[in-house]
Structures are given as structure tokens and as C-alpha cells.
């Protein structure tokens, strides 16, 4: 049986999934990040198929989602969209602290995974903590600064706000992008998912930086699935191949 349980890190809502009969045990330690306006209860079927396979799985709430959305909607909180994925990259040792202090970690073993917004939070997580053992970015983009331009240029009214502010913005991202520093990667397991017709973050720049990546030694572990004509969804069918990855990379 799967259990989930409700838990505040700090400030940090979570769900924490798992094993009944596991769930005292030290375990390896696997976070799935939602998307944009998601919430941590939109991605209890990935974090069940991954605690299906032996760990303890958590699902955060990102800034302004969820829980942690005091007033108005998250849709009003565009312009902070990646004020929101830094955030959760800065109480990523938080969370890890926590679980070493309390359940332990076994074997250091960590994964990180999560779908659009949560896939761009995943490539960033992987780019900052060497401590992290293997990665699943479904639908995201390792190259937050490419995709924060065409982003803005997408905003109304962005046209009228001053480019050297924008610029300052995104050069700030430069510290979590992965395509710029992709030896980062270091050897570890990573995959990517991609649908070829997903209007929301497009799937021709991740495939084109795995392409780019794939023949260097840093990157032998590096992985791409491609899904024709799929949009912006994950499947069932993903979700199981993204938690059947994990019990090979972490087991």
C-alpha cells in the first residue's frame, strides 16, 4: 500500500509519498516538481509510480502554487515565473537537510524529476547540486535563458519595458543553465522527454541541445524519448517509463 503524507519543511508544503512497509526505512530519496499553476496534488500519479518501485518521493509546492498561493491566482504571477524556479532551487538543501536528519537517505542516493515548469526546475537542480545521483526532465528546457527571451517576447506590453532590465534578468539565469555548462552533467543519468508538437515549451531546442551533447563522455548517460506529435501532456506511459528509469538509476 501507498501512503501519502502532508508535511511542512520549514515553509515548504510537501506530500511525501510512499511505501507503508518502507515508509520508517532509510530509503533513496526521489523530488517530482509540478508545472506552472500546478500544485504538489497534480503530480500524485508520477510521485505514486516512482514510490511503486521502493522510495520515498517528494512533491513540493513551488512559490506561489499550491498551498503557498495566499491571494489571487498564479496566473497573476507571470513576471515571477522564474523568480519562482530560482526559489526552489535555493530551498532544494533545505529539503535534502531535512530528509538526512530525520528518514536518512540511503546510500545518497538522490533523484530529481518533474514536467514543464518542474522540468526547467530539474535541469537547473542538476546543473547547481553535484549531490544530485540522476534526473528525468519531462517536457522542460535545460536552457532557462533561451527560453526566458522567448517568453517575454510572448508578454504583452514587454515591449515597453526597459532591454537592459531584461537583459539583467535573464543574464541572471546564467548560474542555473544548464545548455551553457552542460559538463555539469558529469557522468550522471539523465532523460529527457519531449513531444514534437508541445505549444508551450518547444521541443526542437531541447532535442537540438541533447544532439549537440550526446557523443561527450560527460553526457554517456544522457537519454532522449521522443513522442510524435504529442503536446504539452505527460501520458501515463511516460509517467511509468520516467519511474521505471529511476529504479535503474538508482537502484
Not at 156 to 175: H, R, S, T
Request: some cysteine; charged content about 25%; glycine content about 6%.
Amino acid at each position: 500500500m501507498i501512503i501519502i503524507k502532508s508535511k511542512k519543511i520549514g515553509m515548504i508544503p510537501v506530500l511525501e509519498v510512499v511505501q507503508s512497509v518502507k515508509a520508517e526505512e532509510e530509503l533513496p530519496l526521489v523530488f517530482f516538481y509540478h508545472g506552472w499553476t500546478g500544485c504538489k496534488e497534480k503530480v500524485l500519479t508520477q510521485g505514486y509510480e516512482i514510490a511503486k518501485r521502493g522510495f520515498r518521493v517528494v512533491l513540493p509546492d513551488a512559490l506561489y502554487h499550491g498551498e503557498r498561493l495566499v491571494v489571487g491566482k498564479t496566473s497573476e504571477h507571470k513576471l515571477e515565473f522564474w523568480q519562482i524556479i530560482v526559489n526552489s532551487i535555493k530551498e532544494f538543501p533545505q529539503l535534502l537537510a531535512y530528509y538526512r536528519e530525520t528518514t536518512g537517505i540511503k546510500d545518497e542516493k538522490i533523484g530529481v524529476s518533474g514536467l514543464s515548469m518542474g522540468g526547467i526546475t530539474t535541469c537547473a537542480l542538476l546543473r547547481t547540486y553535484p549531490q544530485i545521483t540522476a534526473a528525468v526532465c519531462l517536457m522542460g528546457s535545460p536552457a532557462p535563458c533561451d527560453f526566458a527571451r522567448a517568453l517575454l517576447e510572448a508578454i504583452p506590453g514587454m515591449e515597453d519595458v526597459d532591454p537592459n532590465y531584461i537583459e539583467q534578468q535573464i543574464k541572471a539565469l546564467e548560474l542555473i543553465d544548464l545548455s551553457m555548462n552542460p559538463q555539469k552533467i558529469a557522468g550522471r543519468p539523465l532523460h529527457f522527454w519531449h513531444g514534437t508538437s508541445d505549444p508551450m515549451v518547444p521541443y526542437q531546442p531541447t532535442k537540438t541541445f541533447f544532439d549537440k551533447i550526446k557523443d561527450h563522455s560527460y553526457a554517456e548517460k544522457v537519454t532522449f524519448t521522443t513522442t510524435q506529435d504529442a503536446v504539452h501532456k505527460v501520458s501515463y506511459e511516460t509517467t511509468v517509463e520516467m519511474a521505471d528509469k529511476f529504479a535503474v538509476y538508482l537502484a
